[in-house]
């Protein structure tokens, strides 16, 4: 005669659901797509806020964790607290598995914002930009047109700028809508004669033609140094409109440590070569004390630009992005929803289910 089992309880039977449900969305999380939310207007008309998609981490090759004692599904704290959701007690070295392809020009990626030096790697905060140059390019910005070995880039079909919009009259939101300018993207200037808007050219060359703009004209910043710009704008005389040109690390480069490389690639190397000690001192490296006089890369680079170039906060600014920095490739939308609209007209139907250019 068999033995009688005996039936798992209610509460066992949805505890093992719950802990197998949990298992399984992280490993697909690890392994194959994570999904991300678009929460700035930096790649807009491209990806706009309110977008949903999912990132592949097949297309580049699943990093394994490097912060492994973390709660599962978490990014940097337990969901709506504060408390932290992981311990860095325990730090992985950087490996990734076999990928379908590595990072191309133009491809659009999500990866960890470099400069959040208070996180470990995997767990600084999540940005998403394009790649306008991959390592071993020369990426220079010329009166805003980027320039990629010396020819010009290719642009994505809605990259915006911003624009000063001079009017006959002011302008209803309304108005704005029927361009499909969100409020976000047009500012009011104080004396009221006009608009600084963030736009495609296609939709300036339709303002254009409007009655009540008399005129419409990009802001290009001259050439002269700008604060804020990677790696020194006010000493090199770089801003966001004319910048470079700049040769972006890659792998096995060796380069000699003039004064020039020193200000170009000192905080590159400082901040993610994995060196414990870096010093500059009157315009020279020195590394554990000893004075460099070249220094051979230990990893790729990418640089990142957003494709709402007057309004995104980018490789420009910040510098590069270290190969083990890269999430993965933005894939396909999967929900768009406009917080400007309410019940059904939120979502962004013709949006839905559509790839990532």
Known sequence: MSKSTKKKSVAREWGDALIFAVVAASLIRWLLLEPFTIPTASMEKSLLVGDFLFVSKMHYGTRFPMTPLQVPLTHQKVWGTEI????????????????????????VVVFNYPVEFQYPTDLKTNYIKRAVGISGDVIEVRAGDAYVNNELAAKPEEMQYSYDVITNRPLTEDFFNDYDINPES???FSDGSGYLVFATDEVINRLKSSPVVTSATKRIQ???????????????????????????PAEGWTIEMTNENVMK????????????????????????????DSYTFKQNYYFMMGDNRHDSLDSRYWGFVPEDHIVGKAWFLWLSLDKHESMFSKIRWSRIFSGIN
């Open 265 to 292: 690639y000192s905080f590159t190397i400082e901040k993610y070569e994995g060196l414990e000690n870096v010093e500059v001192k009157e315009g020279q490296l020195f590394i554990d004390g000893q004075k460099v």
């Open 186 to 188: 047009h500012l009011t």
């Open 84 to 107: 932290a959701s992981y311990s860095d007690a325990i730090q992985l070295p950087y490996y990734r598995l076999p990928g379908f392809s590595d990072v191309e020009r133009n491809d």
């Open 222 to 248: 001259k050439s002269g140094g700008e604060l804020g710009i990677f790696p020194d704008g006010m000493t090199l005389g770089w801003n966001r409109d004319n910048y470079g040109p700049l040769k972006i």
